[in-house]
């Protein structure tokens, strides 16, 4: 079955800097890719997902880019702002109705002004 | 649009009792939902995937007849926890796949904090 990982696990950086988080997987038949932000004691909320027939999306600060030969795929986040400190997941999945997500283990993202 | 409520939000109760949680998509219909479990700082665990109309699909390891889900109709899953015990304590989150589309984009619930004493 599929088995995705993320890194890293936590990750700290100053207001205004980039964060960048990776994911590879392990079934090169999933081409369905969503990424979650966490905040404590919330569900997780779709912040960004790609489709395996694109290489790379872009929304405001946020993008991310796919890499399905090598089978990882990143979260970029541009300018970053005290508000983006949360967990971020990313999952993977193949994308047909109903089947489920295989979620990543998560990063704690620290934004310090 | 693509909102997912959970009720109740936080939940205590005594051990031997039985809870129920349940999980509507607001602004659309869901053949799909999925049940997690979060303990604090992991990732989520898939606990069973809620069909409309039919009988829902347990992850291994977990007890279906201690965790009972009911999906009677395209926008409510319930998920009862039976015989509650203080290990069931944990963070209980649905998610929902709008049904119509093709993909498996799912919507989160806020999830319920559940505690049992």
């Known amino acids: 079955g599929e088995n995705v990982e993320q890194h890293p696990s936590t990750l700290s950086v100053q207001e205004g800097d980039s964060a960048v988080i990776k994911c590879t997987y392990s079934?090169?038949?999933?081409?369905?890719f969503p990424w979650y932000k966490q905040e404590l004691g919330k569900g997780p909320q779709l912040i960004i997902d790609?489709?395996?027939?694109?290489g790379e999306k872009k929304d405001q600060r946020i993008a991310v880019t796919l890499n399905k030969t090598a089978k990882h795929f990143s979260l970029h986040i541009t300018e970053t702002q005290p508000e983006d400190s949360a967990v971020y997941f990313c999952?993977?999945?193949?994308?047909?109705?109903?089947?489920?997500?295989?979620f990543g283990k998560g990063t704690t993202l620290s934004v310090s002004s | 649009g693509a909102v997912v409520s959970q009720h109740p939000s936080r939940v205590i109760c005594k051990s031997g009792t039985s809870v129920k949680i349940e999980c509507r998509s607001l602004?659309?219909?869901?053949?799909?939902m999925f049940w997690y479990r979060q303990f604090p700082k992991q990732s989520l665990m898939l606990m069973a995937t809620?069909?409309?109309?039919?009988?829902?699909?347990?992850e291994q390891g977990v007890e279906k007849d201690k965790f009972l889900i009911n999906h009677a109709s395209l926008t409510l899953s319930t998920l009862t926890v039976t015989s509650a015990h203080p290990e069931d304590s944990s963070f209980y989150i649905c998610?929902?796949?709008?049904?119509?589309?093709?993909?498996?984009?799912?919507?989160f619930g806020p999830g319920t904090r559940l505690t049992v004493l």
């Open positions: 998610s929902a796949n709008p049904s119509g589309q093709g993909t498996d984009t799912q919507y």
């Open positions: 079934d090169s038949a999933s081409n369905y």
């Open positions: 790609i489709r395996s027939n694109v």
């Open positions: 999952a993977a999945s193949r994308d047909q109705a109903g089947t489920a997500l295989i």
């Open positions: 602004d659309f219909q869901a053949t799909t």
């Open positions: 809620s069909n409309e109309g039919s009988k829902a699909t347990y």
